[in-house]
């Protein structure tokens, strides 16, 4: 009996002096609190004992677990629910809420969309060519119609800025993305199913935040480069600067961009007359319901030339199928100039389905 009473008592003790240890940090925290409302208060204890209580509580709540700086605090009962992100919002981070530590590199976040389709087009571009010399395919290439094409595209926050205020212009924030296109002839097996055409271009880009909730919500200043990585006489590529502005309303967002090309030696330019084709200006709009049961985007390309206009299009279809969270069957629509950089100055049409992957 006298052994069960001393164990009684011993950890009756230790449960005394974890919860001294758990407390202490609390008490600790209220004390200086508390000396100051004796000094303040010195002769009203109605004053004093209502600084003490506000003193304890603010204490406590400092003590009590905080969430994490990525996660969502959900809201408190009663209360009415937090707005949902919008999508210019979650695809430049405007609200700063993606990021965890400034000391580090953001996460992997989508820039482009990425799919997988399997397209053909109306219009095979057998033989490449172009003004520059030696550029010129000498031998018609053995291509289907038929191919696979996929992109991937994603960027990274690289560095940010609060409380600019220059213009309007609130926040600023300093981007680093990639977008890769490939265009697989999977089906020519007799040649081996070549890839006829892989386009990789990598940005460097600084989005200007303006904190409205809706109309212009940023402006993007970017450097590009873009190239196909060939050998004579397929090689194509260029580098350009843009300026691009982003508008919002409810469901519908609009990204408009005018680009200046960085010249090139002309012995070494290999595709001159790119912007005759190409294009100077693009334009990109998106629609996607509340229920997020599909998703259109359309893109407009145009090289801003009265006398010989040129431009390219492009639909984008999307909604949710049976394969996860993420998957969504995709169909696509093209016509014009520059689907793909070997094909700057070819005019086709194409149409492509398979799926793609949630932007958000």
Known sequence: ???????????????LALLCLEFAPMAHAGGEEFSLCAKKYPDSNAERLKCYDNAQAAATVSYLPQPEDDEETP???????????SYLTKAWNLDDKASRDESKLGRLMPHRQSYLL????????????????????????????LETKFQLSFKADIGSQKDVNFWGLETLRLWGAYTQQ??????????????????????????????????LKLVNLGLAHQSNGRNLPESRSWNRLYLQGGWEWGNTSVMARGWWRIPENSLKDENPDITDYVGRADLVARWEPVDKSQAVAILLRNNLNLAKNRGFMQVDWSMPVALGNSARLHAQLTSGFGESLID??????TFGLGFSFREW
């Open 1 to 15: 009996m006298k052994k069960s009473n001393h164990s009684a008592r011993l950890g009756g003790f230790l449960l």
């Open 75 to 85: 809201p408190a009962a009663g209360t009415a629910p937090v707005a949902e992100r």
């Open 118 to 145: 399997v397209r053909k087009t109306g219009n095979v571009n057998n033989q490449p060519a172009s003004p520059a010399i030696g550029h010129n395919t000498p031998t018609p290439y053995d291509f289907d119609a």
């Open 182 to 215: 490939s265009n697989w002839q999977m089906f020519n097996t007799r040649n081996s199913s070549p890839f006829r055409e892989t386009n990789y271009e990598p940005e460097l880009i600084a989005t200007f935040g303006t904190g409205s909730p809706s109309g």
């Open 344 to 349: 700057y100055n070819h005019r086709q049409n």
